[in-house]
């Protein structure tokens, strides 16, 4: 069946690195986009970053811009966060998403995301 | 980046219809999609491309859309439909809404 399995979450302190890892599975990961969408301890989802089907293109929230890094590798179907210079507002659990339709290569066309990933939760502090 | 507004609670008695709105200056002319989420659960996708339902989820939830606002209405709302729905869209980046919480009193 489809599904999105996060790893690599933990304890990590303030300016530290984490990578995060998701693994794709019954689908074709290669044909779609993929997306970060984090959640704070009770606060709301927040779009992270998004990734290309192919890598190609690359976009990210304001709030994470130069400091995390979205990429793939569909020889391996699977998905990737680097997140450096960690903060303690960086602090959640963090989903990777599929986006519902394949191919797409401009952001006004991204098409919502129908799968995710059971989430994997970060948690910055000294 | 642009903002989407979502009422921050809505309630409803069981088998009454439950509308939560979403109001952001680029849904003229982008899509907007609703998710449902409840505690300790990955989200869920409900209604994609304003209206559209995907397979699986129950008729009674449906999506609209007029002018800067779209709505997720939920009819004869059931106990197991209480949770977080959050609307979100895309234009120059992606953006969720602030998210609302649907009591079943």
Sequence with gaps: ??????????????????????AASGFTFSSYGMHWVRQAPGKGLEWVAVIWYDGSNKYYADSVKGRFTISRDNSKNTLYLQMNSLRAEDTAVYYCARDRSPHIVVVTALDGMDVWGQGTTVTVSS | SYELTQPPSVSVSPGQTARI??????????????????????PVLVIYKDSERPSGIPERFSGSSSGTTVTLTISGVQAEDEADYYCQSADSSVVFGGGTKLTVL
Excluded: F, H, I, N
Aim: charged fraction near 15%; proline fraction near 7%; include cysteine.
């Design chain 2, 21 to 42: 709105t979403c109001s952001g200056d680029a849904l003229p002319k982008q899509y907007a999609y609703w998710y449902q989420q409840k505690p300790g659960q990955a």
């Design chain 1, 1 to 22: 069946q489809v599904q999105l399995v996060e790893s690599g979450g933990g304890v990590v302190q303030p300016g530290r690195s984490l990578r995060l890892s998701c």
